[in-house]
Nanobody, 114 residues
Framework: QVQLVESGGGLVQAGGSLRLSCAASGSIGTINTMGWYRQAPGKQLELVATMTSSGSTNYADSVKGRFTIFRDNAKNTVFLQMNSLKPEDTAVYYC????????WGQGTQVTVSS
């Protein structure tokens, strides 16, 4: 089992920045993928960004150039630096870990006011 603990959500004005973090613990493998997904009210869960343990990244088109995902593999932690936030970025953000199975964090609310 893998446990994920997220932090860093909150309320910010449009154009502002937030950083999310997610620490993994438990049965951690050295080769894995960690990332972030989000779900806005009335919408489906969507990928925001993922990063493999070897450093390969994948971003949603809507966040490219504004969000940056990075990891501290020694601490099994993944971060999401969100800059130039827009009201449409408002959602619950979920940390995701994949290694043979999918694990999810509890979610953290990000609200961007216009």
């Amino acid at each position: 089992q893998v446990q994920l603990v997220e932090s860093g959500g909150g309320l910010v004005q449009a154009g502002g920045s937030l950083r999310l973090s997610c620490a993994a613990s438990g049965s951690i493998g050295t080769i894995n993928t960690m990332g972030w997904y989000r779900q806005a009210p009335g919408k489906q869960l969507e990928l925001v960004a993922t990063m493999t343990s070897s450093g390969s990244t994948n971003y949603a088109d809507s966040v490219k150039g504004r969000f940056t995902i990075f990891r501290d593999n020694a601490k099994n932690t993944v971060f999401l630096q969100m800059n130039s936030l827009k009201p449409e970025d408002t959602a619950v953000y979920y940390c995701h870990y994949r290694l043979y199975a999918n694990y999810w964090g509890q979610g953290t609310q990000v609200t961007v006011s216009s």
